[in-house]
């Protein structure tokens, strides 16, 4: 049973930094890729940012140069940490992990249960 825990939301002035972590059930070794998701009210799910076993990366368009995604697999855990964070950025982020494909594939079957960011003043 794969279980992934969100931790490190909150809210945040603008500016401000957070950084969240995906802790999962078992070795993330199994997971190609891991990524993080987002959702803000009345629009749609959108990749953040991703990361595969070799520590290649993914991300939007609208956090690059601001977000950085990290995987300890020691520890069992994908970072996400963000900076320069702008209220558009205030949705529920959510950890995803999959077994195949790449850094561009559809998310996989396995979601954390989601933590809450709000950028506002």
């Known amino acids: 049973q794969v279980q992934l825990v969100e931790s490190g939301g909150g809210l945040v002035q603008p500016g401000g930094s957070l950084r969240l972590s995906c802790a999962a059930s078992?070795?993330?070794?199994?997971?190609?890729?891991m990524g993080w998701y987002r959702q803000a009210p009345g629009k749609q799910r959108e990749l953040v940012a991703a990361?595969?076993?070799?520590?290649?990366?993914n991300y939007a368009d609208s956090v690059k140069g601001r977000f950085t995604v990290s995987r300890d697999n020691a520890k069992k855990t994908v970072y996400l940490q963000m900076n320069t964070l702008k209220p558009e950025d205030t949705a529920g982020y959510s950890c995803?992990?999959?077994?195949?494909?790449?850094?561009?594939?559809?998310?996989?079957?396995?979601w954390g249960q989601g933590t809450q960011v709000t950028v506002s003043s």
């Open positions: 995803n992990a999959r077994r195949g494909g790449s850094l561009f594939s559809p998310p996989g079957p396995y």
């Open positions: 078992g070795s993330i070794f199994s997971f190609n890729v």
């Open positions: 990361i595969n076993v070799g520590d290649s990366t």
